[in-house]
């Protein structure tokens, strides 16, 4: 038990589909992540929420959205996903304090586009 | 964009034997984090290192902070299978809470 629960576990849809990805932490923490996580690449932070500001990799394409309605639940909304956004997506969480901080993950959400 | 390379990518050890796995970077880190994860689950922290030349020890693991706070490197003496995993160093910088990751160590310990 990490403190950071992620549902579904396991995801499949099809290209039209809209779904949503769910993520809650029990750490008290000030942060929530979502990272994207494919075979052969580096882990790719895609969204931060950290002190109700929200940062963004540009990279991320606009079919991903995410959501954070407070400090302990984060969403990452899908919509028209491509066969290639198949991977593990990884929420995480941190408490902000200073420079650096440590991140704690949750077990991940395996997404698989058909 | 600051990298952090690992090495190897892939190791396959026998049980028993001893390890060292390397992060390196060009840039300066103001803390470094290792991570194992298994098989379908998160990541989940096994140190983080903050001072340049620090030495941290997990039971039969060795983490150490290189002086200029650019490197660190992973040391497992007398692996164990229950050591399979891959290992993933990170990065903080003082521009705030984003962790550059590390490609990752895929090790392997047979029994």
């Known amino acids: 038990e990490t403190g950071v629960t992620q549902t579904p576990r396991h995801l499949v849809m099809g290209m039209t589909n809209k779904k949503s990805l769910k993520c809650e932490q029990h750490?008290?923490?000030?942060?929530m992540y979502w990272y994207k996580q494919s075979a052969k690449k580096p882990l790719e932070l895609m969204f931060v929420y950290s002190l109700e500001e929200r940062v963004e990799n540009n990279s991320v394409p606009s079919r991903f959205s995410p959501e954070c309605p407070n400090s302990s639940h984060l969403f990452l909304h899908l919509h028209t996903l491509q066969p290639e956004d198949s991977a593990l997506y990884l929420c995480a969480s941190s408490q902000v304090i200073g420079s650096g901080n440590t991140i704690y993950f949750g077990e991940g959400s395996w997404l698989t586009v058909v | 964009t600051q990298l952090l390379e690992q090495s190897p990518q892939f190791l396959s050890i026998q049980e028993g034997e001893n390890l060292t796995v390397y992060c390196n970077s060009s840039s300066v880190f103001s803390s470094l984090q290792w991570y194992r994860q298994e098989p379908g689950e998160g990541p989940v922290l096994l140190v983080t290192v903050v001072t340049g030349g620090e030495v941290k020890k997990l039971k039969r693991l060795t983490f150490q902070f290189g002086d200029a706070r650019k490197d660190s490197s992973l040391h497992i003496t007398a692996a164990q299978t229950g050591d399979t995993g891959l290992y993933l160093c990170a990065g903080a910088h003082n521009a705030g809470n984003m962790l550059t990751f590390g490609g990752g160590t895929r090790l392997m310990v047979k029994p």
């Open positions: 750490l008290g923490h000030n942060a």
